[in-house]
């Protein structure tokens, strides 16, 4: 398989975020459409969690 599956679609916009190849697990990730804050949860297999802030 060539296909790569390292996107992660914002749970807000379900805009695409792509990862870099050195974004660990642990890494917050913003979406460019938002700015809603994901965390990388695994890479294999990819998870994810919306982050949600306390104000
Ligand atoms: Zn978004």
Redesign the pocket.
């Known amino acids: 398989m060539g296909e790569s599956n390292n996107k992660i679609i ?1 749970p ?2 379900e ?1 695409i975020i792509e990862m870099n190849v050195d974004t660990a697990v642990g890494d917050i990730l913003e ?1 460019s ?2 700015g ?1 804050e994901v965390e990388l949860l695994s890479k294999d297999p990819l998870k994810y969690s919306e982050l949600t802030e306390q104000k």
């Open positions: 914002c807000d916009c805009a979406c459409e938002c809603t």
